[in-house]
Nanobody, 124 residues
Framework: QVQLVESGGGLVQAGGSLRLSCAAS????????MGWFRQAPGKEREFVAA???????IYADSVKGRFTISRDSVKNTVFLEMNSLKPEDTAVYYC??????????????????WGQGTQVTVSS
């Protein structure tokens, strides 16, 4: 059974940084396509970043140059380093994994496994 557990969220001032972690069990993150999504109050879940099995990476335009996705195969963990945070980055951030395909995807429906989410709040 695959489990994804996010951590690292919190309250930060605009311009600050946070590092989110997604610890996986039941599946190797190095052999999977993994992604980060977020959902702000009253809005739909949106794509943030993803990394493929071959380490190809994609980002949403809104976070390019500020966020970095990475993984540690030994710790079986995926990270999202977030810098220059803005109030509009406030959301619950979710880690996700694809079940079969190993390529990246922007589409949440193509991810089979999801964590419980971690809250990120950026104050102005």
């Amino acid at each position: 059974q695959v489990q994804l557990v996010e951590s690292g969220g919190g309250l930060v001032q605009a311009g600050g940084s946070l590092r989110l972690s997604c610890a996986a069990s039941g599946r190797a993150v190095s052999r999977s396509a993994m992604g980060w999504f977020r959902q702000a109050p009253g809005k739909e879940r949106e794509f943030v970043a993803a990394i493929s099995r071959s380490s190809s990476i994609i980002y949403a335009d809104s976070v390019k140059g500020r966020f970095t996705i990475s993984r540690d195969s030994v710790k079986n963990t995926v990270f999202l380093e977030m810098n220059s945070l803005k109030p509009e980055d406030t959301a619950v951030y979710y880690c996700a994994g694809r079940a079969v395909y190993t390529s990246t995807s922007y589409l949440s429906e193509e991810y089979a496994y999801w964590g419980q989410g971690t809250q990120v709040t950026v104050s102005s």
